[in-house]
């Protein structure tokens, strides 16, 4: 097992590494909108206490899809060898809808298997996360 990390991602908010390769399989840890380098949110804006006062679901999605592409070149893969997606919603109701659209821009030619789950909370601001399997180029 191979622990790879991104040098252009943001960085992990816990101890854990941007990605896992197992064989040729490469496990991307929870990956969110943040920006590298700072603790900015794309599209979020946070009140005096860090609560998230408004947000953009289309500009979080945006990031996250970018972050995720950058994990993967990094890491010896692409966007068309993802398998897998996990998705983490915070706000399923209000979302999904523009989630989806922005979704299917990104993958018309690969089409990975994908759950999208609804949660509380995610452990910063943000309103989306993506978990992803892909496979290692050879």
């Not at 040098?7 to 197992?22: C, I, K, S, T």
């Not at 999904?96 to 979704?103: A, D, E, P, S």
């Not at 994908?114 to 892909?134: G, Q, S, Y």
Request: charged residues 20%.
């Amino acid at each position: 097992m191979i622990l790879k990390n991104s040098a252009n991602a943001p960085e992990p908010v816990g101890l854990y590494p941007h990605a896992r390769q197992v064989g040729e399989l490469l496990f991307l840890s929870g990956i969110g909108p943040r920006q590298k380098g700072s603790k900015e949110i794309p599209g979020v804006t946070l009140d005096e206490q860090g609560n998230i006062s408004s947000y953009d679901i289309e500009a979080q999605c945006h990031s996250v899809f970018n972050n995720v592409r950058t994990v993967l070149e990094e890491c010896g893969s692409q966007w068309e060898n993802l398998v897998d997606v996990t998705v983490f919603l915070t706000n399923m109701k209000d979302d999904f809808k523009t989630f989806n659209r922005v979704y299917a821009d990104y993958f018309k030619d690969n089409m990975p298997s994908r759950t999208t789950i609804e949660i509380n909370a995610l452990p910063t601001p943000i309103a989306i996360e993506l978990k992803c399997v892909a496979v290692v180029n050879k």
